[in-house]
Nanobody, 124 residues
Framework: QVQMVESGGGLVQAGGSLRLSCAAS????????IAWFRQAPGKERTFIAAIKWNGETTYYAESVKGRFSISRDNAKNTVDLQMNNLKSEDTAVYYCAAANSGSIYYVRSAYRYWGQGTQVTVSS
């Protein structure tokens, strides 16, 4: 059974940092495109960041560029999202997801496997 499990969410003050982690099991994700999406209350789930299988190519939404950093450890089947200088508008449930390596990184429907999400709340 394929599972993706997010952790590291919580409550943080504006300007603070959090590090989210996504652990995958049930298959080898080393060749997959892995991404983070987020969903705020009443809004659609949107793309945040993605990383190709080699860990060298990354993509970011404009809203988080320069503040968030995505990384992966294929040996451990994990992908992390370092979030710095958090803002109240970053408050959302954060999801990690996996897609085939040739997928378009920002297209939500391209991602086949999803985690259950972890809540991030930024207080102003």
């Amino acid at each position: 059974q394929v599972q993706m499990v997010e952790s590291g969410g919580g409550l943080v003050q504006a300007g603070g940092s959090l590090r989210l982690s996504c652990a995958a099991s049930g298959r080898t994700f080393s060749r997959d495109l892995i991404a983070w999406f987020r969903q705020a209350p009443g809004k659609e789930r949107t793309f945040i960041a993605a990383i190709k299988w080699n860990g060298e190519t990354t993509y970011y939404a404009e809203s988080v560029k320069g503040r968030f950093s995505i990384s992966r450890d294929n040996a451990k089947n994990t992908v992390d999202l370092q979030m710095n200088n958090l803002k109240s508008e970053d408050t959302a449930v954060y999801y990690c997801a996996a897609a085939n390596s040739g997928s378009i990184y920002y297209v939500r429907s391209a991602y086949r496997y999803w985690g259950q999400g972890t809540q991030v709340t930024v207080s102003s």
